[in-house]
């Protein structure tokens, strides 16, 4: 990148920032936690975190359940630790057991930690790979479960590298994904997570998603704009998101991360149901809050996001 000589003598910072101070501290706080290290904020960091980070941390361990009140590791949280992803992920990884969906899970979970890769786009072929990228969309449940299909299509052609370049997709990427798929699967037989196979059960599948990422949600407003649940950010679908193109919008929407260019786009996104909320987070989300919501508005908001969708 280029910058001129008064930037980088009056704007750029002498050291870039430690990344420990400006990430998300889930993983690194479930892990001291599992080693015994109870005292955080007294803890000798090399270059220590801000307070808040390290609390706001603990809170999201505490509403995944990692944590009891007193801030020490439940069983569940002892499982989580095991899992080297975010927090949320290993939630949902253990939870799919519950939802009888492991072995789909799993796929979703390994291909969402390759980033967002596994597609790509050469402009003198956009429209083939948009129409390549689409089909796997079909039949609904969004983003997460296009992944799996994917994934899927490949392993029934025996990892083929010819159906990677005729569908658009890295394969780079699909060999990634499939390492880290049976390094978790290793990880789950050791935390004594059954493989259950969900099969076409997509409504499971985007549950027990929600069972790790339901921090990550978003509602359709009266705008036709997605707001975030809880603290009402307004949010886009990415334009790379296979949910993009979609005239009828979803009322409520789980995505896996937020991604800030020119707009705060939501990226991998997927349809859920208020009501799985109430049941997975009790604790996190009121039933008044989502019921109301759901009765009172959205018969507005889905005509409003009709049209701006069109």
């Not at 939501?266 to 919501?293: F, G, N, T």
């Amino acid at each position: 990148r280029l910058y001129t000589n008064w930037s980088f003598k009056h704007e750029l910072e002498a050291q870039t920032v430690p990344e420990i101070q400006r990430t998300n501290m889930g993983n690194v706080v479930l892990m001291l936690k599992s080693l015994g290290i109870n005292d955080l904020l007294h803890f000798d960091f090399m270059d220590p975190p801000p307070p808040e980070t390290l609390i706001r941390a603990l809170e999201q361990l505490y509403a995944l359940g990692a944590l009891n009140d007193r801030g020490e590791l439940t069983k569940l949280g002892r499982k989580m630790a095991e899992f080297p992803v975010d927090p949320m992920m290993s939630k949902a990884v253990i939870m799919s057991e519950k939802h009888k969906c492991s072995v789909e899970v799993l796929t979703i979970a390994s291909m969402l930690s390759v980033g967002s890769s596994i597609f790509y786009r050469p402009k003198d072929r956009a429209v083939h790979a948009d129409n390549a990228k689409m089909n796997f969309a079909r039949g609904g449940g969004g983003d997460h479960i296009a992944l799996l299909r994917c994934y899927n299509e490949w392993v029934e052609t025996n990892y083929s590298t010819q159906w990677c370049y005729e569908n658009y997709v890295q394969v780079r990427s699909l060999n990634k994904a499939r390492d880290i798929r049976e390094q978790l699967e290793g990880l789950c037989e050791r935390v004594e997570v059954e493989m259950i196979s969900g099969e076409q059960e997509t409504d499971a599948m985007c549950k027990a998603m929600a069972a790790g990422f339901f921090y990550h949600t978003a509602k359709l407003a009266q705008s036709g704009e997605y707001r975030t649940v809880k603290h009402a950010h307004t949010v886009y679908i990415h334009p790379s998101s296979c949910m993009s193109r979609d005239e009828d919008m979803p009322p409520w929407l789980l995505y896996h991360e937020l991604a800030f260019t020119s707009k705060e786009y939501m990226r991998q996104v997927c349809p859920i149901k208020p009501e799985w909320l109430v049941e997975i987070a009790p604790h996190y989300y009121e039933s008044k809050e989502l019921e109301d919501s759901r009765m009172k508005k959205m018969p507005n908001q889905r005509g409003k996001g009709l049209v701006a969708g069109v």
